[in-house]
């Protein structure tokens, strides 16, 4: 059948980009929040190769996928090149960030604009709840390896990853 009625319903994806290493308690409260606004939230794990991680990317993606199974519309997978490529090859229009404080904005203001500029794609800014403003993966891996209680800023399934991978190393 020919004609605007045969037509399928485009889906409302956004992406959620960044390195989630390891994904935390701030990264959940973002993504649930997009999974509500959208019928798809591609969660983006992107490969920064000059940074080495404390979870390679197979692990990030494997705690990724666990913690985000329960919304139901999160797909999680890695990329390898410029955000708005990834955007581009899956047709979405939009990348959803969390934004913490005044900070971040800059930064987070120049991407936004190059990437709009590169491919037109929007970025939407949502201020995170308060409650994680202060929260990093980078502070949390260092405060969990000098042995501080990170249990209230990721999920279980990462505390328990973290404090294996820090006792191993
Ligand atoms: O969690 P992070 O490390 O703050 O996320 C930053 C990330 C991965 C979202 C950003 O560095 C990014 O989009 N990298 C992909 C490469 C790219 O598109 N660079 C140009 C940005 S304007």
New binding site residues.
Partial sequence: MNGPESEEPQLRRAVC????DPVTNGHLDIIARASKLYDVVHVAV?I?QSKQGLFTVEERIDLLRQVTAEYGNVEVESFHG???DFCKQRDIPAIVKGLRAVSDFDYELQ?AQ??NGLSGVETLFVPTNPTYSFLSSSLVKEVAAWGGDVSHLVPPLVLEALNERLRRD
């Fill in positions: 980009p960044g390195s989630f992107m920064n410029l955000l708005v991407m190059m990437n």
